[in-house]
């Protein structure tokens, strides 16, 4: 929420102070309210409550997976032993309240009540699971349900496409693109990934086939629409992967002429002021990039292209 989706001092600071948090909280605590530590007792007496130490390989692992040392999107499997290890210390407190209720005399925790409390979690991870299976049935049993969902999969895929490329990992940026590829076999976002991925492999064969594939589409399109800009970066992209210099800078610097055209004749339209900074990036001309795209941003506040672009080159 602080720093948006791209690496800076700020990110990483916080990723490292809620590792810190995170192991503090769900082993440090916990230890140092067992060995009787003043200031963990007087947190405690304030209401701030200890996680019980069994939860604590979810909250130390968290805290590793937090810091993206892994490169595979392990935050998004921290988030998920965040929420099990606060679950279970919740589920914790609940069973043990309920049994000294019960029973006021008891001082300790009998074998009995650790074993009542094992099915416990059992029985709770179990209704999970079936409310899960039941909730995906019920989202696919409707037309825009199923919509919907298909649809935020196939963002997903897109997203995190681009996540394993940053990180090289060119296996699983094949092996999403084939996903895309059997619903968007026309995509030449999908083709030239694929043709990246198994030429940075040493695929040259597939990755030939799948570039390829991608100019031959980008022509086509260029036939009947010689005049979009989009088109021909999108060549400069393919051939750039290729390693055809030639190519690639005939069709940056028409698209190029196709932006400088559109913005002399629409000064204001934030369309054409935004392609124009997106061919000026391809250019690696981020100085003339920025001000087209805060333009864009400033006629057009509520379109999320242009804000994200404002903010990524702010």
Do not use: C
């Amino acid at each position: 929420m602080l720093t948006g989706p791209y690496t800076t001092v700020l990110k990483q600071s916080l990723e490292y102070m809620l590792a810190i948090g995170l192991s503090g909280y769900g082993l440090v605590y916990p230890l140092a309210i067992k060995y009787k530590w003043n200031f963990a007792l007087w947190l405690e007496t304030k209401g701030i409550p200890a996680p019980p130490i069994y939860v604590a390989p979810f909250f130390v692992a968290a805290a590793y997976l937090e810091l993206g040392l892994l490169s595979f999107n392990e935050a998004e499997v921290a988030e998920v032993f965040v929420g099990l290890g606060l679950s279970l210390m919740a589920l914790h407190y609940l069973h043990f309240s309920e049994a000294e209720i019960s029973n006021q005399n008891r001082n300790d925790i009998v074998k009995n009540e650790s074993i009542a409390l094992s099915f416990r979690i059992l029985n709770e991870v179990f209704m999970v699971i079936v409310l899960s299976v039941a909730t995906t049935f019920s989202m696919y049993a409707t037309h825009d349900g199923k919509r919907r969902a298909d649809n935020r999969i196939e963002n997903g895929l897109e997203k995190f496409s681009g996540r394993y490329k940053n990180y090289e990992n060119w296996k699983m940026v094949a092996f999403l693109n084939k996903k895309r590829l059997e619903k968007s076999p026309s995509s030449r976002w999908v083709l030239r990934n694929l043709g990246e991925a198994y030429q940075k492999m040493d695929n040259p064969e597939l990755a030939n086939k799948f570039l390829d594939k991608a100019i031959e589409i980008d022509l086509k399109k260029l036939q009947k629409q010689p005049l979009r800009a989009s088109t021909n970066r999108s060549l400069v992209r393919t051939y750039r992967i290729i390693g055809d210099t030639v190519n690639s800078n005939k069709y940056l610097s028409q698209a190029l002429e196709i932006g400088l055209s559109r913005i002399k004749k629409h000064p204001d339209s934030a369309n054409a002021l935004y392609s124009l900074g997106k061919t000026y990036i391809l250019k690696g001309d981020i100085e003339k990039a920025r001000p087209l795209f805060f333009k864009a941003y400033t006629i057009e506040p509520t379109d999320k292209a242009f804000r994200k672009k404002y903010y990524r080159y702010l």
